[in-house]
């Protein structure tokens, strides 16, 4: 299974962007597939995910975020709205152990190279 993150870069406070990420294999049907992010000297953290039950945000995100996907192209993707220099962080997409992966990033099996985003204030 390999995922290929695309879509960041610099963008000013209250822009917005679109991350995508392209999946070998099958994904939504059999697998969660999430977003987590990395900022500079923190821990990475879970952002988004669409699983067998729904979709789930975290709470920093909520109301900007999005995520959907294209099973038939295996792409999943994240449209960031309003962002904030509090968003500048590698994103990363992940697939999911199962298709009941939640929050936490050891209940994803694969993980895409990551993709910088930066907000600039």
């Known amino acids: 299974v390999q995922l290929q993150a695309s879509g960041g870069g610099l963008v000013q406070a209250g822009g917005s962007l679109r991350l995508s990420c392209a999946a070998s294999g099958r994904t939504f049907r059999n697998y969660a597939m999430g977003w987590f992010r990395q900022a500079p000297g923190k821990e990475r953290e879970f952002v988004a995910t669409?699983?067998?039950?729904?979709?789930y945000y975290a709470d920093s995100v909520k109301e900007r975020f999005t995520i959907s996907g294209d099973n038939a192209k295996n792409m999943v993707f994240l449209q960031m709205n309003n962002l904030t220099p509090e968003d500048t962080a590698v994103y990363y997409c992940a697939r999911g152990a199962s298709r009941y992966s939640s929050r936490s990033s050891g209940s994803y099996e694969y993980w895409g190279q990551g993709t910088q985003v930066t907000v600039s204030s």
């Open positions: 669409v699983n067998w039950y729904g979709k």
